[in-house]
C-alpha cells in the first residue's frame, strides 16, 4: 500500500492519497482545491486515481473533490448521512456512490469501511482502512476529518456561528460525546488521520503533530475522558474560537459544487495610471509585509502580508461579490492566487508589481508606529482612541485601560460608530493584526491612525497597570 499525506500550513489542512500497489489504483481523501500536488505524486509513483472521498462538506477550505473527479474521471465517495440541509448537490454527470453507516467499498486490495460520527457536522462520516492486499485483516487506520484531532475534537457550533442554523450547537456537541463513545470501541493501535492541525479554527486547541493512535487520544485527548454528557457539552460549547466569515460561504460552495478552475495568466499592469480604471468595489490587495507597507503604499490598498495567516484574513476581510486586483512581486503572484483560491476567492482581475505603485508620490501614502510608553502618554487625551482588534477570549483575559474592543475581522463593519475627528491607535497582541486593521482604517478614509508596535505583549512587559 502506498501512502502520503499533504499539509497546507495556511489552513492547517490535511489531505491523503492512497494506493494499491498491486492494482495500480489511488484515492484522494479530503483533497485541497490545489490539486496538482496529486497528480504528480501519482504519477511519479505509477498511480492512477480512480476515487475521491471526503469525510464531511468542509466549511473552512474550498474542496478539490469536484475538481479532481473531473479532472480523473473518478468516482466519488461521499456522505448520505444527515437531513436534506446536509446532501451533496453536483453530483450529477459524476461518478458517484452514496455512503450510509457500515457501508464498505475497496480499492484495490485496501477496504473503506463507514463510520457515521455525526457532532461536528450531521453528516460527518470516518472510513477505517484495512490493508488486505498487505495480508492483514486488521485495521490500520482511521481518516477522522473534522471528527477527532490529536489532541482535540472538531467543534459543534459551526452550524449555528457561521452557517446560521439556529439552536445546532448542542444538538452537535451531544451527538459528538456519543460519536466519541464509538469511537472509544476501536482497537488502540488504530491509526489515526485527521484533516487539521494546529492553527486551524475547526477546534479550540489542536496539536502539532500530523497524526496519533486511538489508545494514545484515549489517554491525552481531553474530549475522550469525561463520561458525563453534560459535563462534556458544556466544556466543548466554552471557549470556542470566532469563526472566520467566509467560513458560511465554503459550507454552501462546498455543497452546491466549487467552480471548475479556468486555466491562464492574470492580466499584469504596467504603471499605477491602470489602477484608476477600477472602480470603489474593487480591493486593492497589497501583500508585502507590514513594516514596508507602513512606510509607503498605493492609496486605498489594504495590506494582509503574504504568510501562514494570509488566507484566514483574506476571507475574514475580502467579499466574494469584490474583484481583486494584487500589489505584489510579480514572481509570488501565482502562490497568492492558489492561496486565494483555496478559499474561493477567485475574483483576482489583475496584478502589479508593488514597486510601480510607489513611483508615484502623490498616489503613496504611509502610516506611523508608536510604542506604548508613547501610548501610555496618550491614553489621557480624550483626542486618542485606543481600539483592541484582538479576539474575544484574549480580550477577556486583560486589556489595556481605555480601549475599545472591535475584532479585526468584524472592524469594518463598525466604522460607522467611529467619528473621524479623532486619531486611532490600533493594538492587538504583538503588532501584526493591528498592522491589518490599521491599513484597513486608513483605505477606508480614516487619515489620523497608528499601530502600537509590540501590541498587549509590549505593554504587559512594561508592567503597565492593567484592567481586567
Not at 20 to 46: F, H, M, S, W
Not at 148 to 163: M, N, Q, T, W, Y
Request: hydrophobic share 40%; aromatic share 10%.
Amino acid at each position: 500500500m502506498f501512502f502520503r499525506s499533504f499539509f497546507d500550513e495556511n489552513l492547517a489542512q490535511m489531505s491523503y492519497l492512497v494506493g494499491c500497489q498491486q492494482t495500480g489504483e489511488a484515492i484522494v481523501v479530503d483533497p485541497a482545491r490545489k490539486i496538482g500536488q496529486y497528480l504528480i505524486t501519482a504519477k511519479n509513483e505509477g498511480l492512477r486515481i480512480v476515487a475521491v472521498t471526503e469525510t464531511h462538506i468542509h466549511a473552512d477550505y474550498l474542496s478539490g473533490a469536484r475538481e479532481l473527479a473531473t479532472k480523473c474521471d473518478a468516482t466519488l465517495y461521499v456522505s448520505d448521512e444527515g437531513d436534506e440541509n446536509w446532501k451533496y448537490e453536483y453530483l450529477d454527470g459524476l461518478k458517484s456512490v452514496l455512503l450510509k453507516d457500515g457501508a464498505e467499498f475497496t480499492l484495490g486490495h485496501i477496504e473503506f469501511k463507514v463510520m457515521h460520527t455525526p457532532g461536528h457536522t450531521p453528516e460527518s462520516i470516518s472510513f477505517i482502512l484495512t490493508d488486505k492486499g498487505g495480508g492483514s485483516s486488521e485495521p490500520m487506520g482511521i481518516f477522522t476529518g473534522d471528527f477527532v484531532f490529536v489532541g482535540d475534537i472538531g467543534r459543534p457550533d459551526l452550524l449555528e456561528k457561521a452557517a446560521g442554523f439556529a439552536n445546532t450547537a448542542e444538538i452537535g456537541a451531544r451527538q459528538m460525546f456519543h460519536s466519541l463513545q464509538r469511537f472509544k470501541g476501536l482497537p488502540d493501535f488504530l491509526q489515526v488521520w485527521p484533516a487539521h492541525g494546529a492553527g486551524s479554527a475547526c477546534g479550540k486547541a489542536l496539536g502539532a503533530v500530523p497524526m496519533s493512535t486511538v489508545g494514545y487520544e484515549k489517554l491525552n485527548n481531553w474530549a475522550l475522558k469525561p463520561e458525563d454528557e453534560e459535563k462534556f457539552v458544556k466544556t466543548l460549547l466554552s471557549g470556542q474560537p470566532e469563526p472566520p466569515k467566509y467560513f458560511a460561504m465554503m459550507k454552501k460552495l462546498n455543497k452546491i459544487g466549487p467552480e471548475l478552475i479556468e486555466g491562464g495568466r492574470i492580466p499584469e499592469l504596467h504603471n499605477v495610471e491602470e489602477l484608476g480604471k477600477y472602480g470603489k468595489a474593487t480591493v486593492f490587495l497589497d501583500t508585502r509585509g507590514n513594516a514596508d507597507f507602513a512606510r509607503a503604499h498605493y492609496k486605498g490598498a489594504i495590506n494582509i502580508p503574504f504568510n501562514k495567516s494570509f488566507t484566514n484574513w483574506a476571507g475574514w476581510l475580502i467579499g466574494y461579490d469584490q474583484d481583486i486586483v494584487l500589489i505584489a512581486p510579480g514572481d509570488k503572484v501565482d502562490a497568492i492566487r492558489e492561496s486565494l483560491r483555496a478559499i474561493g476567492l477567485d475574483r483576482v482581475v489583475a496584478f502589479i508589481d508593488s514597486a510601480l505603485t510607489l513611483v508615484d508620490k502623490e498616489k503613496t501614502e504611509s502610516y506611523g508606529e508608536i510604542t506604548v510608553k508613547e501610548l501610555y502618554e496618550l491614553l489621557e487625551d480624550d483626542n486618542y482612541q485606543l481600539i483592541d482588534v484582538r479576539n474575544q477570549s484574549e480580550w477577556d483575559e486583560g486589556r489595556i485601560p481605555a480601549a475599545i474592543h472591535k475584532m479585526l475581522g468584524v472592524l469594518v463593519n463598525h466604522l460607522e460608530e467611529l467619528p473621524k475627528d479623532k486619531t486611532y491607535l490600533l493594538q492587538c497582541r504583538s503588532g501584526a493584526r493591528s498592522a491589518i486593521a490599521t491599513s484597513l482604517m486608513q483605505a477606508n478614509g480614516y487619515t489620523n491612525v497608528l499601530n502600537v508596535k509590540g501590541g498587549y505583549l509590549a505593554w504587559a512587559k512594561e508592567k503597565f497597570s492593567v484592567a481586567h
